[in-house]
């Protein structure tokens, strides 16, 4: 095989001979090359196509994400707004129990229309719209401002309950319970002729005869403040229902709390006996404010549906 090499700088063209094998394996090289390059271009061609089909996904993830953002947001927006509602109901309830009417309620009440007139249900309406959602950042403001409903009724129902509990405490405090299952038929409050001496002398209780051992019950809730024997009395358990007032229970033949026990209304704590000064079997029962004596009868006849012992 020849090959002639010709160049502007040569005078004549210069003419060299290759063996056949040289030139065969460099034929052969030129078609490796040739068709090394016709595969390469197309899977290029692909890999690019491939990568550009990629770019619009990449791009919706953010949406898809704030989407589903706000989706959570709705969400929590309604437990919320459901837990609204909740608390609406407590405070409904408790402000009933309380005796307080709602202040919303009241005002509603005191609208301007007039009384005579028939209630009817507020009229609603107008054109119907195309429905929006709401953003993002409308949903974050709806969320702060439903919680800080959350947090006032949150104080109200507090507020409530702790009224609850002072009302009943002072109704667990109002020696209003009959303390023994008996008609105090004895002596009554006032003067009275003395059965030991015949004199007229103040009786600063009432007795209620009944056989020795039968119950005694607290005629109202509060602290025992003494339960000793004394000469006079008996057998005497005193209790503090506070803001100055005080019962007190005598002769009794057994007691069953000590001074420092916290007692409730209707809870028993003694039987009926004749210690002390007592010409038989009875309870001797006084209600005292600040010390001086008076008439338990203006007490125990406050609540009829109380006089019954638990």
């Known amino acids: 095989m020849n090959i002639i090499f010709v160049s502007n700088?040569?005078?004549?063209?210069?003419?060299?001979?290759?063996?056949?094998l040289i030139a065969a394996l460099a034929f052969l090289l030129a078609l490796v090359i040739v068709f090394?390059?016709?595969?390469i271009l197309p899977q290029s061609n692909s890999q690019h196509q491939g990568v550009k089909s990629l770019i619009p996904s990449a791009l919706h993830i953010p949406l898809l994400n704030s989407q589903e953002h706000i989706d959570a947001l709705a969400i929590q927006l309604g437990e919320i707004q459901a837990r609204v509602m909740r608390l609406d109901a407590q405070s409904d309830r408790l402000s009933t129990m309380a005796g307080i009417k709602d202040k919303d309620a009241e005002r509603k009440d005191s609208g301007m229309?007039?009384?005579?007139?028939k209630?009817?249900?507020?009229?609603?309406?107008?054109?119907q719209v195309k429905e929006y959602g709401l953003t993002e950042q409308q949903l974050n403001e709806k969320i702060n401002e439903l919680m800080l409903e959350v947090e006032h009724k949150s104080d109200r129902l507090s507020m409530l309950e702790t009224l609850l509990v002072q009302q009943s405490m002072q109704k667990n405090a109002i020696p209003n319970t009959m303390p023994v299952n008996s008609a105090y038929n004895s002596s009554s409050y006032g003067w009275r002729v003395d059965p030991f001496t015949g004199k007229m002398a103040f009786h600063e209780g009432l007795d209620f005869t009944a056989e020795v051992g039968t119950p005694i019950y607290a005629a109202?809730?509060?602290i025992v403040t003494s339960a000793e024997q004394t000469p006079d009395y008996g057998k005497i358990i005193k209790i503090d229902h506070g803001s100055g007032l005080e019962t007190r229970y005598a002769h009794t033949s057994m007691m069953l709390v000590k001074a420092g026990d916290r007692v409730e209304k209707g809870?028993?704590?003694?039987?009926?006996?004749n210690t002390g000064r007592s010409t038989g079997p009875h309870l001797h029962f006084e209600v005292r404010l600040n010390g001086a004596p008076l008439d338990p009868r203006s007490y125990l006849t406050l609540n009829q549906a109380a006089m019954t012992p638990k």
């Open 267 to 273: 809870q028993m704590i003694a039987q009926v006996g």
């Open 113 to 117: 229309a007039d009384p005579s007139r």
């Open 220 to 222: 109202a809730g509060g």
């Open 9 to 20: 700088s040569m005078a004549k063209p210069r003419v060299f001979t290759l063996p056949q």
């Open 119 to 127: 209630l009817l249900p507020p009229g609603q309406g107008g054109p």
């Open 36 to 39: 090394t390059v016709l595969l």
